[in-house]
């Protein structure tokens, strides 16, 4: 049976943990391969996994990606060490056989029009990406999650010619504290929730 992970768990991937706007150090491939082994076993939709994620690293990869970006995120997203692109696979449902091989879920999805298919693929892809940030923190790195950026230069710089679209960006490494703001409130059970 599964026990509360203690207190200094839950302060790493939650309660201290924060959104940083600068970066040092540098990510491994190695680490990288062991964020994406952690993050696959998060639970979406029929088990249709449908984020794709590129990881940027190269200075040449960085300079393709710079033209998609805010004024804002520009600056801390070049010198982040590494630059979760995550996307989503229009296509998911070709994966399914394998994915989900105790019955046949391909047809629940693949005559769905596009708009149908985008929610299903970009709502399962943040779920991914949510997942993405815990598995990142859990193994030391921080994180500066974004959505300010042109999502159809991104597409056309890294996933021309693919079904895939992106999503959601995260610059990985290890966060400089002088890069963050004050932790911003967040609403308390009662404005938030109800037990019905």
């Known amino acids: 049976m599964s026990q509360p992970l203690p207190g200094t768990a839950?302060?790493?991937?939650?309660?201290?943990?924060?959104?940083?706007?600068?970066?040092?150090?540098?990510?491994?491939?190695?680490?990288?391969?062991?964020?994406?082994?952690?993050?696959?076993?998060?639970p979406t939709e029929a088990n249709t996994t449908p984020a794709r994620i590129v990881f940027v690293k190269s200075a040449e990869a960085k300079?393709?990606?710079?033209?998609?970006?805010?004024?804002?995120?520009?600056?801390?997203?070049?010198?982040?060490?590494?630059?979760?692109?995550?996307?989503?696979?229009?296509?998911?449902?070709?994966?399914?056989?394998?994915?989900?091989?105790?019955?046949d879920a391909k047809p629940w999805f693949e005559h769905r029009d596009e708009a149908n298919l985008a929610w299903v693929a970009m709502r399962s892809s943040a779920l991914q990406t949510a997942y993405l940030i815990l598995a990142a923190r859990s193994l030391g790195l921080d994180c500066g999650p974004m959505t300010g950026f042109d999502n159809a230069k991104v597409d056309e710089a890294f996933f021309a010619g693919t079904p895939i679209r992106?999503?959601?960006?995260?610059?990985?490494?290890?966060?400089?504290?002088?890069?963050?703001?004050?932790r911003s409130p967040r609403l308390g059970f009662d404005e938030a929730c109800r037990i019905a």
């Open 10 to 42: 839950l302060d790493q991937l939650f309660r201290t943990a924060r959104t940083y706007n600068a970066f040092t150090g540098e990510v491994s491939d190695e680490t990288l391969h062991q964020l994406y082994e952690l993050l696959k076993f998060g």
């Open 63 to 103: 300079a393709k990606l710079g033209p998609a970006l805010s004024e804002g995120n520009f600056k801390k997203t070049m010198e982040a060490p590494v630059v979760a692109i995550v996307g989503y696979d229009m296509r998911f449902f070709d994966k399914l056989p394998v994915l989900f091989p105790h019955t």
């Open 166 to 182: 992106s999503n959601i960006l995260v610059n990985l490494g290890h966060g400089d504290p002088a890069s963050i703001f004050p």
